[in-house]
């Protein structure tokens, strides 16, 4: 279901700083962060199902990250979520119009929490579809701090709120520093402690309780879930990015980490 936790125009030394858990089942088959045979102007890990992703960027600064929103409905039969990163990533289209293009389609999709960004022209839209009656809604992300897990942006979860403050003592900490970013997102991101109270009531109390911690690993009905991967993505002043990933692989954890500077004229005279 993955969460994450971001700084968005409000540091300065990072324009964009993300860290990232994305929890699936660990039988779905996957490849790990690296440049697109097909694509090869994008970056991140991708599903070897349906296609997709949960967080990738581009070699010009667009960005996009994704996940699920917690919920018992379902369609019948959804479009795949992961493709709504690789759509943006694909276009051409700035983050408004392409949240004016899916607004038209959101009901085809199960709910879902969508943001994209180009980080040159410093623009990032929040799109969800859900709740449902409302359809869908784009807004402008705000600078500052913020929450994203399985309920719109910056709800007040257990483990949204526990999360935020582990990030903003991490900052604190480094100041204006440059932040190891692998050793921090593995610092923050693998919280293995769980809540008993003020849970969303969304599931059962059980499985409310295990999904509680920031880190998850359980086991369910349909086999092992849990948090596959710890993903970094900053995005500094200087216009280069780091894009950091710690998966894992038939049970064992590995990392890689690949920096780059981004190829948009627009990102120099921004920063």
């Known amino acids: 279901m993955c969460i994450a936790v971001f700084i968005w125009k409000a540091h300065p030394l990072y324009p964009f700083l993300l860290f990232l858990n994305r929890d699936e089942y660990h039988h779905r ?14 970056i991140g890990g991708r599903d070897e199902v349906a296609g997709g992703t949960w967080l990738a960027c581009t070699r010009s600064g667009r ?39 899916l607004l038209r389609e959101a009901g085809e999709y199960n709910g879902f929490n969508l ?8 623009t990032m839209v929040y799109i969800t579809n859900r709740p449902k009656d409302n359809g869908m809604s784009a807004t402008d992300v705000s600078p500052g701090i913020h929450v994203l897990s399985n309920a719109t942006l910056d709800s007040p979860w257990p483990k949204s709120q526990r999360l935020e403050c582990s990030f903003k003592q991490l900052l604190d900490e480094y100041g204006e520093s440059e932040i190891p ?57 200087s216009s280069e990015a780091t ?13 890689q980490q ?11 005279s921004t920063f």
């Open 29 to 42: 088959p996957t490849k790990p962060l690296g440049w697109w045979e097909d694509y090869s102007d994008i």
């Open 63 to 101: 960005v996009a990250f994704l996940t699920n929103v917690r919920e018992i409905k379902s369609n019948s039969h959804p479009k795949s979520r992961g493709d709504l990163p690789l759509r943006f990533l694909k276009s051409d289209k700035s983050p408004h119009d392409f949240s004016e293009q």
């Open 115 to 122: 943001i994209v960004a180009d980080v040159c022209s410093m």
């Open 181 to 237: 970013i692998g050793q921090a997102a593995e610092r923050i991101m693998r919280d293995l402690a769980k809540e008993d109270s003020n849970l969303p009531g969304i599931y059962p109390p059980e499985l409310e309780y295990q999904l509680s911690s920031i880190f998850i690993d359980i086991e369910m009905s349909l086999g092992r879930y849990g948090t596959r991967s710890t993903s970094s993505l900053a995005v500094r002043s």
């Open 243 to 255: 894009f950091y990933e710690l998966y894992l692989e038939k049970d064992v954890w590995k990392e």
């Open 258 to 268: 690949m920096t780059f500077v981004l190829k948009n004229d627009r990102c120099v």
